[in-house]
């Protein structure tokens, strides 16, 4: 059995090696990411992806277990991280230790993720001490969209750079093992990978970034409308599309099952 890359591996590539990141929720999308990426996140993007949501606010503890699980299975060498759904760690650190040991216990995984800069501090330091690592996520927080008010792209006013940069510092001093850098402009994640101590995982960060990640969905062309920071390497929505059509075409023409498929 290979084993499985490690958090302490994850922390060594700052300023070496980029880090090489892909979200997966199925066995068998994540039995061929785990080839590629050191890192595979079951993201609560999933409740947008597989379960037809508007936001990630919907998304349960249960959900992302289920989906840790598939991941888990279908994997052996890639380290696989679990985000925490909305609510269920922002109460206290003892409620968040609660349900991050839950994940780590019921799927096996190897880390959590949780949304939040220097208000997580707490949480992350009461987690890490009680032996399950953490990754950060700080900069456009999508389980925040109702205060933020959308989506929106931090950093654009510069005023707003010392904040963003205070929030790096308190998730990596709390002892989160990585940080993910989510909608911010080039310079500021510049910045912060500069300064933090920690990989920086940019998405929708810019290149600066110690790290990249995406949505595999959104990376292979499944997403009809990706945002602007998606390179879409794949054709996968055109690809089902044809399949699917020429399957429902032979169906009805009665030309399959074919002899090849058929039990004599
Ligand atoms: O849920 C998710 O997919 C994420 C990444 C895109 C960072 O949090
Ligand atoms: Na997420």
């Known amino acids: 059995p290979v084993r499985r890359i490690t958090v302490p591996q994850i922390i060594a590539r700052k300023g070496k090696e980029p880090i090489v990141s892909l979200t997966s929720y199925h066995a068998h999308t994540a039995q061929i990411v785990d080839k590629y990426a050191d890192f595979i996140l079951v993201g609560d993007s999933l409740g947008m992806v597989v379960h037809g949501m508007e936001s990630t606010l919907g998304v ?49 995984c190897g880390a959590v993720k949780l949304e939040g800069g220097a208000r997580m501090a707490e949480t992350i330091r009461y987690l890490t001490e009680r032996g399950i690592p953490v990754m950060g996520h700080i900069g456009l927080t999508p389980q925040s969209t109702n205060v933020m008010g959308g989506f929106k792209t931090q950093g654009r006013d510069e005023d707003t750079w010392p904040a963003h940069e205070a929030d790096a510092r308190a998730v990596a001093e709390a002892g989160a093992f990585s940080i993910v850098l989510e909608g911010m402009v080039e310079p500021l994640a510049a910045r912060i990978t500069r300064d933090c101590p920690i990989p920086t995982i940019g998405i929708g960060a810019s290149v600066e970034c110690d790290g990249q990640i995406l949505v595999l969905e959104d990376m292979l062309g499944l997403n009809p409308k990706p945002p602007k920071f998606v390179k879409v390497y794949g054709t996968l929505g055109d690809m089902i599309d044809q399949a699917v059509g020429a399957y429902a075409e032979e169906v009805r023409a009665r030309s399959f099952p074919s002899e090849d498929e058929v039990y004599r």
């Not at 909305?86 to 994940?103: D, I, L, M």
């Open 60 to 108: 349960t503890l249960d959900m992302m277990i289920t989906h840790g699980k598939a991941v888990m299975r279908g994997t052996r060498r890639a380290l696989v991280v679990v985000d925490m759904p909305f609510g269920s760690y922002e109460e206290s650190p003892a409620v968040a230790f609660r349900n991050a040991a839950r994940v780590i216990r019921e799927t096996g």
